[in-house]
Nanobody, 127 residues
């Protein structure tokens, strides 16, 4: 079992930045692909970014590409999402998630491919 706890959300003006953290405990974090997803009110949970177990492969949704950066520190069992140039449409609850396949070379985009989830952290971007 993996427990994930997000932090770093908050209220920011458009154009500002936030860095989200996802602290993992339980089983070995370093072997899991990690993902960030978000869910706005009345909308489905959507993919934001993913990073492979080694950190060598990352990918982003088109809506955040060039503005957000996903990273991880396996020594600290933590994943991060640096969000720059925030827009009002980025307002959502942000979730980190872990895919259960150890040392996978596959990139995962669907929330159905992630078994472990954090409780979410609210990000609100004001105009």
């Amino acid at each position: 079992q993996v427990r994930l706890v997000e932090s770093g959300g908050g209220l920011v003006q458009a154009g500002g930045s936030l860095r989200l953290s996802c602290a993992a405990s339980g089983r070995t974090f370093s072997g899991y692909t990690m993902g960030w997803f978000r869910q706005a009110p009345g909308k489905e949970r959507e993919f934001v970014a993913t990073i492979s177990w080694s950190g060598g492969t990352t990918d982003y949704s088109n809506s955040v590409k060039g503005r957000f950066t996903i990273s991880r520190d396996n020594a600290k069992n933590t994943a991060y999402l640096q969000m720059n140039s925030l827009k009002t449409e980025d307002t959502a609850v942000y979730y980190c998630a872990a895919n259960p396949v150890i040392l996978s070379s596959t990139t995962y985009y669907s929330p159905l491919q992630y078994d472990y989830w954090g409780q979410g952290t609210q990000v609100t971007v004001s105009s």
